[in-house]
């Protein structure tokens, strides 16, 4: 009997270990494809369109970066995302502490109301946000691309905040009562320090939505100037040339410094996860 669950044990890991090599050979392989293709020129695409490289054709980066004016757009992307997420952050680990700690009646009905904002898509507020936006006078300007930015972070790092914060004793809030700060103190040296795990989930998480967002800076801007990385990658890439080794050449960069922070950065976000799941 042990042999025959042995075997069985055998096969589910074999079928295990077979899915995810296709799962990681149809992942990787196009990225794979996407970085030796940048550095050959366009004609050799053309003629052969999985071939390697004769040999590294580095002027599709310097073309690249100059006719699609990747300086500004990755300035942007950088002021948009680190802004918008680091005041996504502070504004929900103020509300989570909120939210877990003081038992008002009120409380749930507006974490209720901040979580249904986890069902509202872009795309069903995009008119009527543009709509105000015009009317407020602050289209086509970087605040009204963070605010959206901002709005839209809100409840999944509320979420992640208020079910942390949930598992911190009340003890330790009690006895800097007694002591005599404040809940603002508590709230800087006490809470915040404890959420330490959860606020760098909340960081990664954040920064990549944003930094990959598309649609608002898309609908909400129209000057060149305020436009970020995607939208410029999508602009070069939809008309501007027909270069494929340009075009590629630009994906690379657009894709490479998301690369790199996720696997800076994966373990952090894993361990918070897991940390808001142990608290909740």
Known sequence: MSSEIRQKNVGWNLAAYII???????TVGPLVWLLY???KPHFDIIRNVFGLPKTFYVQNYVQAWNLAHLGILMLNSIFYSTVATAITTLLALAAGYGFAKFKYKI??????????????????????LFVMETRLRIDDTR????????AFGLPFSIYLATSYIRGIPDSLEAAAVIDGASYLRIFKDIIIPICTPVVAT???FSFLANWNELIFVLTLTSKATLRSLPVGVLAFA?????NYGLQFAVLVIATLPMIMFYVFSHNQLARGFA??????
């Not at 940390?275 to 909740?280: I, N, S, W, Y």
Request: charged content about 5%; aromatic content about 14%; glycine content about 12%.
């Open 143 to 150: 605040l009204g691309v963070i605010l959206p930015y901002v």
């Open 107 to 128: 409380s749930g009905f507006f974490y209720f109301f901040f979580i249904m904002g986890l069902l509202i898509t872009v795309h069903s507020v995009l008119v009527p």
């Open 37 to 39: 293709s940048s550095v």
């Open 20 to 26: 995810m090599i296709i799962f990681t050979v149809l």
């Open 275 to 280: 940390a808001g799941a142990l608290k909740e």
């Open 238 to 242: 939809g008309g501007k040339t027909r």
């Open 202 to 204: 909340m960081l990664i």
